[in-house]
Protein backbone atom coordinates (compact mmCIF):
# COMPACT_ATOMS: atom_id res chain seq x y z
CA UNK A 1 0.00 0.00 0.00
CA UNK A 2 1.23 3.59 -1.02
CA UNK A 3 2.88 5.79 1.52
CA UNK A 4 3.30 9.54 1.98
CA UNK A 5 6.29 11.20 3.95
CA UNK A 6 6.27 14.51 4.79
CA UNK A 7 9.09 16.66 5.78
CA UNK A 8 7.19 19.69 7.85
CA UNK A 9 7.84 22.93 8.47
CA UNK A 10 8.31 24.59 5.08
CA UNK A 11 5.75 27.12 4.28
CA UNK A 12 3.75 26.45 1.08
CA UNK A 13 4.17 29.43 -1.59
CA UNK A 14 2.65 29.77 -5.19
CA UNK A 15 -0.61 28.77 -7.05
CA UNK A 16 -2.16 25.74 -7.33
CA UNK A 17 -4.94 24.68 -9.55
CA UNK A 18 -8.01 22.97 -8.39
CA UNK A 19 -9.35 19.78 -10.04
CA UNK A 20 -13.16 19.22 -11.16
CA UNK A 21 -15.15 18.28 -8.02
CA UNK A 22 -15.17 14.46 -7.36
CA UNK A 23 -19.21 14.86 -5.71
CA UNK A 24 -20.44 16.91 -8.78
CA UNK A 25 -18.99 14.70 -11.28
CA UNK A 26 -20.47 11.28 -9.53
CA UNK A 27 -24.04 11.99 -10.46
CA UNK A 28 -23.85 13.20 -13.20
CA UNK A 29 -21.71 10.56 -14.64
CA UNK A 30 -24.25 8.03 -13.66
CA UNK A 31 -27.13 10.53 -15.16
CA UNK A 32 -26.01 9.17 -18.30
CA UNK A 33 -27.44 6.27 -17.80
CA UNK A 34 -31.11 8.41 -18.47
CA UNK A 35 -30.12 9.18 -22.16
CA UNK A 36 -29.07 6.14 -24.86
CA UNK A 37 -26.72 8.16 -26.89
CA UNK A 38 -23.14 9.92 -26.24
CA UNK A 39 -22.72 11.75 -23.18
CA UNK A 40 -18.89 14.04 -22.69
CA UNK A 41 -18.40 15.23 -19.78
CA UNK A 42 -14.66 17.93 -19.54
CA UNK A 43 -12.64 18.35 -15.93
CA UNK A 44 -13.40 14.87 -14.62
CA UNK A 45 -10.74 14.67 -11.95
CA UNK A 46 -8.18 11.47 -12.34
CA UNK A 47 -9.78 9.70 -9.13
CA UNK A 48 -10.27 6.32 -7.98
CA UNK A 49 -13.81 7.07 -7.24
CA UNK A 50 -14.60 8.16 -10.93
CA UNK A 51 -12.47 4.56 -12.48
CA UNK A 52 -15.15 2.48 -9.92
CA UNK A 53 -18.02 4.86 -11.38
CA UNK A 54 -16.52 4.00 -14.94
CA UNK A 55 -16.47 0.36 -14.39
CA UNK A 56 -19.72 0.04 -12.81
CA UNK A 57 -21.57 1.84 -15.81
CA UNK A 58 -19.58 -0.61 -18.24
CA UNK A 59 -20.78 -3.58 -16.14
CA UNK A 60 -24.15 -2.28 -16.97
CA UNK A 61 -23.43 -2.43 -20.41
CA UNK A 62 -22.55 1.50 -20.98
CA UNK A 63 -19.45 1.99 -23.37
CA UNK A 64 -16.98 4.63 -21.72
CA UNK A 65 -13.53 6.19 -22.42
CA UNK A 66 -11.33 8.33 -19.92
CA UNK A 67 -8.99 10.69 -22.32
CA UNK A 68 -7.25 13.48 -20.67
CA UNK A 69 -10.18 15.00 -18.25
CA UNK A 70 -12.62 14.38 -21.00
CA UNK A 71 -15.38 11.38 -19.97
CA UNK A 72 -17.72 9.76 -22.70
CA UNK A 73 -20.11 7.82 -22.05
CA UNK A 74 -22.93 6.14 -24.21
CA UNK A 75 -25.65 4.19 -22.44
CA UNK A 76 -27.48 3.04 -25.56
CA UNK A 77 -26.43 -0.18 -25.04
CA UNK A 78 -27.67 -0.29 -21.31
CA UNK A 79 -28.62 -4.37 -20.75
CA UNK A 80 -28.04 -4.99 -17.53
CA UNK A 81 -29.86 -3.62 -13.90
CA UNK A 82 -27.32 -5.04 -11.42
CA UNK A 83 -24.73 -3.04 -9.35
CA UNK A 84 -22.59 -6.10 -7.52
CA UNK A 85 -21.73 -6.18 -4.29
CA UNK A 86 -17.43 -5.93 -5.36
CA UNK A 87 -18.47 -2.45 -6.92
CA UNK A 88 -20.49 -0.87 -4.54
CA UNK A 89 -18.29 -1.48 -1.11
CA UNK A 90 -15.56 -0.43 -3.25
CA UNK A 91 -17.67 3.17 -3.43
CA UNK A 92 -20.48 4.45 -1.48
CA UNK A 93 -21.68 7.00 -3.86
CA UNK A 94 -22.69 3.83 -6.48
CA UNK A 95 -26.15 3.72 -4.99
CA UNK A 96 -26.40 6.95 -7.20
CA UNK A 97 -27.15 4.26 -10.11
CA UNK A 98 -30.45 3.39 -8.25
CA UNK A 99 -32.53 6.80 -9.86
CA UNK A 100 -31.64 6.60 -13.44
CA UNK A 101 -31.89 2.59 -13.26
CA UNK A 102 -35.06 2.84 -12.22
CA UNK A 103 -36.07 6.00 -14.25
CA UNK A 104 -34.65 3.87 -17.49
CA UNK A 105 -35.29 0.23 -17.05
CA UNK A 106 -37.92 0.71 -14.50
CA UNK A 107 -35.97 -1.99 -12.39
CA UNK A 108 -32.59 -1.91 -9.92
CA UNK A 109 -30.83 -4.54 -8.28
CA UNK A 110 -28.27 -2.47 -5.94
CA UNK A 111 -26.00 -4.21 -3.15
CA UNK A 112 -26.87 -2.43 -0.08
CA UNK A 113 -23.35 -0.17 0.74
CA UNK A 114 -23.47 -0.65 4.61
CA UNK A 115 -22.04 2.02 6.81
CA UNK A 116 -18.87 3.42 6.07
CA UNK A 117 -15.81 4.83 8.73
CA UNK A 118 -17.52 7.89 9.16
CA UNK A 119 -21.09 6.19 9.82
CA UNK A 120 -23.78 3.84 9.21
CA UNK A 121 -24.82 5.84 6.44
CA UNK A 122 -28.51 4.07 5.72
CA UNK A 123 -30.53 4.73 2.03
CA UNK A 124 -33.79 4.74 3.76
CA UNK A 125 -35.04 8.06 2.24
CA UNK A 126 -33.55 7.02 -1.42
CA UNK A 127 -35.86 4.11 -1.12
CA UNK A 128 -38.58 5.66 0.72
CA UNK A 129 -39.07 8.15 -2.07
CA UNK A 130 -38.88 6.00 -4.39
CA UNK A 131 -41.34 3.75 -2.46
CA UNK A 132 -43.74 7.46 -2.80
CA UNK A 133 -43.31 7.23 -6.77
CA UNK A 134 -44.63 4.11 -6.90
CA UNK A 135 -41.76 1.59 -6.63
CA UNK A 136 -41.94 -2.42 -5.16
CA UNK A 137 -39.26 -2.77 -2.88
CA UNK A 138 -37.25 -5.89 -1.34
CA UNK A 139 -33.90 -6.40 0.59
CA UNK A 140 -32.51 -9.78 0.22
CA UNK A 141 -29.39 -11.69 -0.13
CA UNK A 142 -28.01 -8.16 1.25
CA UNK A 143 -29.15 -6.40 -1.77
CA UNK A 144 -32.21 -3.87 -2.53
CA UNK A 145 -34.58 -4.99 -5.39
CA UNK A 146 -36.69 -2.70 -7.00
CA UNK A 147 -39.05 -2.41 -9.81
CA UNK A 148 -42.11 -0.62 -10.84
CA UNK A 149 -44.48 -0.48 -13.99
CA UNK A 150 -44.62 3.43 -14.29
CA UNK A 151 -42.90 5.82 -12.02
CA UNK A 152 -45.13 8.36 -11.02
CA UNK A 153 -44.37 12.08 -9.69
CA UNK A 154 -45.48 12.82 -6.19
CA UNK A 155 -44.61 15.05 -3.08
CA UNK A 156 -41.47 13.73 -1.20
CA UNK A 157 -40.48 15.21 2.27
CA UNK A 158 -36.96 14.18 3.54
CA UNK A 159 -36.81 13.64 7.35
CA UNK A 160 -32.82 14.73 6.90
CA UNK A 161 -31.10 16.55 4.40
CA UNK A 162 -29.42 14.35 1.97
CA UNK A 163 -27.51 14.93 -1.10
CA UNK A 164 -27.31 11.76 -3.02
CA UNK A 165 -30.65 10.99 -1.97
CA UNK A 166 -31.51 14.54 -3.10
CA UNK A 167 -29.91 13.60 -6.77
CA UNK A 168 -31.13 10.29 -6.42
CA UNK A 169 -35.14 11.06 -6.33
CA UNK A 170 -34.20 13.90 -8.76
CA UNK A 171 -32.74 11.89 -11.19
CA UNK A 172 -35.62 8.87 -11.03
CA UNK A 173 -38.07 12.20 -11.78
CA UNK A 174 -37.06 13.19 -14.73
CA UNK A 175 -38.69 10.59 -16.50
CA UNK A 176 -41.78 9.73 -14.28
CA UNK A 177 -45.30 10.31 -14.87
CA UNK A 178 -46.31 13.73 -13.27
CA UNK A 179 -45.02 15.89 -11.34
CA UNK A 180 -42.62 15.51 -8.13
CA UNK A 181 -41.57 18.04 -5.80
CA UNK A 182 -38.69 17.52 -3.20
CA UNK A 183 -38.89 19.01 -0.11
CA UNK A 184 -36.39 19.12 2.44
CA UNK A 185 -33.98 19.06 -0.63
CA UNK A 186 -30.13 19.40 -0.32
CA UNK A 187 -28.71 23.14 -1.24
CA UNK A 188 -25.48 21.91 -2.32
CA UNK A 189 -24.02 23.46 -5.22
CA UNK A 190 -22.98 19.46 -6.90
CA UNK A 191 -27.06 19.77 -6.50
CA UNK A 192 -27.30 22.59 -8.99
CA UNK A 193 -24.36 21.26 -11.23
CA UNK A 194 -26.76 18.09 -11.56
CA UNK A 195 -29.78 20.19 -12.07
CA UNK A 196 -28.19 22.23 -15.01
CA UNK A 197 -26.99 19.05 -16.72
CA UNK A 198 -30.40 17.43 -16.83
CA UNK A 199 -32.39 20.79 -17.63
CA UNK A 200 -29.75 20.32 -20.39
CA UNK A 201 -30.83 16.82 -21.54
CA UNK A 202 -34.18 18.15 -21.65
CA UNK A 203 -35.66 17.66 -17.97
CA UNK A 204 -38.25 20.03 -16.31
CA UNK A 205 -36.22 20.76 -13.16
CA UNK A 206 -37.01 24.12 -11.02
CA UNK A 207 -36.60 25.18 -7.35
CA UNK A 208 -32.74 23.29 -7.61
CA UNK A 209 -30.74 25.27 -4.88
CA UNK A 210 -33.50 26.00 -2.34
CA UNK A 211 -35.47 23.22 -0.43
CA UNK A 212 -38.46 22.23 -2.35
CA UNK A 213 -37.08 21.40 -6.07
CA UNK A 214 -39.88 20.37 -8.33
CA UNK A 215 -39.68 18.17 -11.56
CA UNK A 216 -41.84 17.51 -14.13
CA UNK A 217 -41.37 14.22 -15.86
CA UNK A 218 -40.74 14.39 -19.52
CA UNK A 219 -40.96 11.46 -21.98
CA UNK A 220 -37.21 11.11 -23.25
CA UNK A 221 -34.05 12.93 -22.25
CA UNK A 222 -30.76 13.60 -24.56
CA UNK A 223 -27.52 13.34 -24.69
CA UNK A 224 -25.28 16.14 -23.29
CA UNK A 225 -21.72 17.79 -23.47
CA UNK A 226 -20.76 19.54 -20.59
CA UNK A 227 -18.36 20.53 -17.98
CA UNK A 228 -18.12 19.98 -14.48
CA UNK A 229 -17.86 22.33 -11.41
CA UNK A 230 -14.42 23.00 -9.38
CA UNK A 231 -14.05 20.87 -6.20
CA UNK A 232 -14.89 23.55 -3.19
CA UNK A 233 -13.57 20.60 -0.95
CA UNK A 234 -10.28 20.31 -2.69
CA UNK A 235 -10.36 24.36 -3.00
CA UNK A 236 -10.95 24.73 0.93
CA UNK A 237 -8.11 22.31 1.68
CA UNK A 238 -5.89 24.13 -0.16
CA UNK A 239 -6.86 27.35 1.51
CA UNK A 240 -6.93 25.80 5.25
CA UNK A 241 -3.29 24.32 4.42
CA UNK A 242 -2.06 27.83 3.53
CA UNK A 243 -3.33 29.31 6.69
CA UNK A 244 -1.69 26.42 8.51
CA UNK A 245 1.99 26.31 6.99
CA UNK A 246 2.13 30.20 6.83
CA UNK A 247 3.18 31.51 3.43
CA UNK A 248 1.40 32.89 0.31
CA UNK A 249 -1.07 30.90 -1.58
CA UNK A 250 -3.53 31.45 -4.46
CA UNK A 251 -6.00 28.74 -5.08
CA UNK A 252 -7.27 29.13 -8.56
CA UNK A 253 -9.76 27.24 -10.66
CA UNK A 254 -11.97 27.25 -8.06
CA UNK A 255 -15.69 28.64 -7.67
CA UNK A 256 -15.43 31.36 -4.90
CA UNK A 257 -19.08 31.57 -4.05
CA UNK A 258 -19.30 27.63 -3.35
CA UNK A 259 -17.05 28.54 0.05
CA UNK A 260 -18.84 31.05 1.37
CA UNK A 261 -18.56 29.15 5.23
CA UNK A 262 -15.16 27.92 4.72
CA UNK A 263 -13.75 31.48 3.70
CA UNK A 264 -15.46 32.96 6.57
CA UNK A 265 -14.15 31.21 9.01
CA UNK A 266 -10.43 30.99 7.68
CA UNK A 267 -10.90 34.69 7.58
CA UNK A 268 -11.49 34.53 11.57
CA UNK A 269 -8.28 32.55 12.14
CA UNK A 270 -6.60 35.99 10.94
CA UNK A 271 -5.52 34.71 7.59
CA UNK A 272 -5.25 37.29 4.93
CA UNK A 273 -7.86 36.67 2.06
CA UNK A 274 -7.90 38.00 -1.36
CA UNK A 275 -10.98 37.01 -2.77
CA UNK A 276 -11.71 37.03 -6.85
CA UNK A 277 -14.68 34.75 -8.32
CA UNK A 278 -12.44 32.03 -9.65
CA UNK A 279 -9.63 32.35 -7.05
CA UNK A 280 -8.42 33.11 -3.55
CA UNK A 281 -4.87 34.10 -2.21
CA UNK A 282 -4.51 32.93 1.29
CA UNK A 283 -1.56 35.06 3.31
CA UNK A 284 -0.89 33.64 6.39
CA UNK A 285 1.92 34.08 9.72
CA UNK A 286 1.55 30.57 10.49
CA UNK A 287 0.27 30.80 13.95
CA UNK A 288 -3.47 31.88 13.96
CA UNK A 289 -6.53 32.00 15.95
CA UNK A 290 -8.49 29.25 17.69
CA UNK A 291 -12.27 29.21 16.04
CA UNK A 292 -15.39 27.01 16.32
CA UNK A 293 -17.25 25.09 13.79
CA UNK A 294 -20.29 23.40 13.31
CA UNK A 295 -21.00 21.40 10.13
CA UNK A 296 -24.54 21.49 8.89
CA UNK A 297 -25.59 20.89 5.35
CA UNK A 298 -24.85 23.85 2.67
CA UNK A 299 -24.54 26.52 2.83
CA UNK A 300 -23.22 25.83 6.60
CA UNK A 301 -19.86 24.60 7.10
CA UNK A 302 -18.93 21.22 5.18
CA UNK A 303 -18.88 18.01 6.91
CA UNK A 304 -16.04 17.25 4.61
CA UNK A 305 -13.83 20.13 5.68
CA UNK A 306 -14.55 19.30 9.53
CA UNK A 307 -11.16 17.20 9.44
CA UNK A 308 -8.86 19.55 7.56
CA UNK A 309 -10.03 22.70 9.71
CA UNK A 310 -9.57 20.28 12.48
CA UNK A 311 -5.65 20.29 11.81
CA UNK A 312 -5.58 23.81 11.60
CA UNK A 313 -7.15 24.13 15.03
CA UNK A 314 -4.70 21.71 16.62
CA UNK A 315 -1.85 24.64 16.67
CA UNK A 316 -4.25 27.90 16.69
CA UNK A 317 -4.05 30.52 19.47
CA UNK A 318 -6.78 29.39 22.58
CA UNK A 319 -9.61 26.88 22.21
CA UNK A 320 -11.85 25.68 19.09
CA UNK A 321 -15.00 23.31 19.45
CA UNK A 322 -15.42 21.28 16.78
CA UNK A 323 -19.25 20.14 16.37
CA UNK A 324 -19.95 17.45 13.71
CA UNK A 325 -24.00 17.33 12.79
CA UNK A 326 -23.72 15.19 10.14
CA UNK A 327 -21.79 12.14 10.71
CA UNK A 328 -21.91 10.22 13.70
CA UNK A 329 -18.42 8.85 13.45
CA UNK A 330 -16.36 11.57 11.92
CA UNK A 331 -13.67 12.33 14.23
CA UNK A 332 -11.55 9.16 13.26
CA UNK A 333 -8.63 11.54 12.49
CA UNK A 334 -8.30 12.29 16.65
CA UNK A 335 -6.70 9.76 18.13
CA UNK A 336 -4.25 9.96 15.05
CA UNK A 337 -3.95 13.89 15.27
CA UNK A 338 -3.44 13.35 18.93
CA UNK A 339 -0.49 10.92 18.24
CA UNK A 340 0.68 13.86 16.79
CA UNK A 341 1.06 16.20 19.57
CA UNK A 342 -2.62 18.14 19.09
CA UNK A 343 -4.33 18.31 22.58
CA UNK A 344 -8.30 17.30 21.71
CA UNK A 345 -11.12 15.89 23.73
CA UNK A 346 -13.88 14.61 22.38
CA UNK A 347 -17.64 14.55 23.89
CA UNK A 348 -20.34 12.94 22.32
CA UNK A 349 -20.59 15.41 18.54
CA UNK A 350 -17.99 17.71 19.80
CA UNK A 351 -14.36 17.85 19.76
CA UNK A 352 -12.37 20.46 21.77
CA UNK A 353 -9.53 21.70 20.81
CA UNK A 354 -6.62 23.35 22.91
CA UNK A 355 -3.75 24.76 20.34
CA UNK A 356 -0.77 23.14 21.07
CA UNK A 357 2.88 25.80 19.77
CA UNK A 358 3.56 22.72 17.30
CA UNK A 359 3.07 19.34 16.08
CA UNK A 360 5.27 16.38 16.35
CA UNK A 361 5.74 13.78 13.37
CA UNK A 362 4.93 10.70 13.71
CA UNK A 363 3.40 7.77 11.62
CA UNK A 364 -0.54 8.17 10.93
CA UNK A 365 -3.12 6.32 9.51
CA UNK A 366 -6.67 7.11 8.58
CA UNK A 367 -9.45 5.16 7.52
CA UNK A 368 -11.47 8.03 5.22
CA UNK A 369 -10.59 10.05 3.01
CA UNK A 370 -10.95 13.83 4.66
CA UNK A 371 -9.29 12.35 7.49
CA UNK A 372 -6.31 11.38 5.22
CA UNK A 373 -6.14 14.80 4.19
CA UNK A 374 -6.28 16.42 7.80
CA UNK A 375 -3.11 14.25 8.09
CA UNK A 376 -1.17 15.15 5.20
CA UNK A 377 -2.00 18.73 6.13
CA UNK A 378 -0.99 17.96 9.88
CA UNK A 379 2.46 16.42 8.52
CA UNK A 380 2.97 19.95 6.42
CA UNK A 381 4.12 21.57 9.94
CA UNK A 382 5.41 19.04 12.31
CA UNK A 383 8.52 18.59 13.27
CA UNK A 384 10.16 16.15 12.26
CA UNK A 385 8.95 13.14 9.29
CA UNK A 386 5.19 12.54 8.86
CA UNK A 387 4.95 9.09 7.03
CA UNK A 388 0.69 9.14 6.47
CA UNK A 389 -0.09 5.26 5.74
CA UNK A 390 -2.89 4.14 3.21
CA UNK A 391 -3.19 7.02 0.99
CA UNK A 392 -5.66 4.86 -1.17
CA UNK A 393 -8.09 6.55 0.86
CA UNK A 394 -6.66 10.01 -0.87
CA UNK A 395 -6.45 8.68 -3.69
CA UNK A 396 -10.50 8.02 -3.81
CA UNK A 397 -10.68 12.25 -3.86
CA UNK A 398 -7.86 14.34 -4.12
CA UNK A 399 -6.04 14.40 -7.81
CA UNK A 400 -2.67 14.27 -7.75
CA UNK A 401 -2.32 15.97 -3.91
CA UNK A 402 1.26 15.53 -2.93
CA UNK A 403 2.38 16.83 -6.35
CA UNK A 404 0.27 20.11 -6.10
CA UNK A 405 1.61 20.37 -2.25
CA UNK A 406 5.32 19.97 -3.59
CA UNK A 407 4.94 22.52 -6.20
CA UNK A 408 3.77 24.42 -3.16
CA UNK A 409 7.59 23.91 -1.71
CA UNK A 410 5.98 20.82 0.35
CA UNK A 411 8.75 18.02 1.44
CA UNK A 412 6.01 15.68 0.51
CA UNK A 413 6.70 12.35 -1.74
CA UNK A 414 5.09 9.15 -1.97
CA UNK A 415 6.59 5.91 -1.47
CA UNK A 416 4.61 2.81 -3.65
CA UNK A 417 4.15 -0.28 -1.11
N1 LIG B 1 -29.16 9.84 5.86
C1 LIG B 1 -30.19 9.06 6.33
N2 LIG B 1 -30.93 8.36 5.43
C2 LIG B 1 -30.69 8.39 4.09
C3 LIG B 1 -29.64 9.19 3.61
C4 LIG B 1 -28.89 9.92 4.53
O1 LIG B 1 -30.43 9.00 7.53
O2 LIG B 1 -31.41 7.72 3.33
C5 LIG B 1 -28.34 10.62 6.80
C6 LIG B 1 -26.88 10.18 6.83
O3 LIG B 1 -26.67 9.06 7.64
C7 LIG B 1 -26.19 11.42 7.31
C8 LIG B 1 -27.02 12.55 6.70
O4 LIG B 1 -28.27 11.95 6.34
O5 LIG B 1 -26.28 11.49 8.71
C9 LIG B 1 -26.42 13.21 5.47
O6 LIG B 1 -25.98 12.22 4.56
P1 LIG B 1 -26.06 12.42 2.99
O7 LIG B 1 -27.05 11.46 2.43
O8 LIG B 1 -26.22 13.86 2.65
O9 LIG B 1 -24.61 11.92 2.54
P2 LIG B 1 -24.26 11.29 1.14
O10 LIG B 1 -25.18 11.80 0.12
O11 LIG B 1 -24.10 9.82 1.31
C10 LIG B 1 -22.64 13.16 0.30
C11 LIG B 1 -21.20 13.23 -0.10
C12 LIG B 1 -20.33 13.07 1.12
C13 LIG B 1 -20.67 14.18 2.11
C14 LIG B 1 -22.17 14.15 2.43
C15 LIG B 1 -22.62 15.30 3.32
C16 LIG B 1 -21.24 12.39 -2.37
C17 LIG B 1 -20.90 11.32 -3.32
N3 LIG B 1 -20.94 12.19 -1.08
O12 LIG B 1 -22.81 11.87 0.90
O13 LIG B 1 -18.97 13.20 0.71
O14 LIG B 1 -19.93 14.04 3.28
O15 LIG B 1 -22.93 14.19 1.22
O16 LIG B 1 -22.32 16.51 2.73
O17 LIG B 1 -21.75 13.44 -2.75
C18 LIG B 1 -16.64 12.87 0.79
O18 LIG B 1 -16.56 13.40 -0.33
O19 LIG B 1 -15.63 12.63 1.51
C19 LIG B 1 -17.96 12.51 1.31
C20 LIG B 1 -18.13 11.63 2.30
Redesign the pocket.
Known sequence: MDKLVIEGGRPLNGEVAISGA??AA??ILFSALLTDGPCVYHNIPYLRDILSTIELLETLGARCTFEGRTVTIDAGGMCCHEAPYDLVRKM??SI?VLGPLMARLKQARVSLPGGCA?????????LRGLERMGARIELSHGYVETSVDKLRGNAIYFD??????TENLMMAATLAEGTTILRNA?R?P?IIALADVLRRMGARISGDGSEEITIEGVDRLTPVETTIIPDR?EAGTFVAAAALTGGDVTVTHCDTRHLGAILHKIRLTGAVLDILPDQVRVRSEGRITSVDIKTQ?YPGF???MQAQFMALMTVGRGLSMVSET???NRFIHVSELQRMGADITVSGDTALVKGVPHLSAAPVMAS???ASASLVMAGLVARGQTVVNRVYHLDR?YEAMEEKFKRLGAAIWREKG
Open positions: KNLPRALIGARPINLHVVTVTGAEEIPPTDIFEDLRG
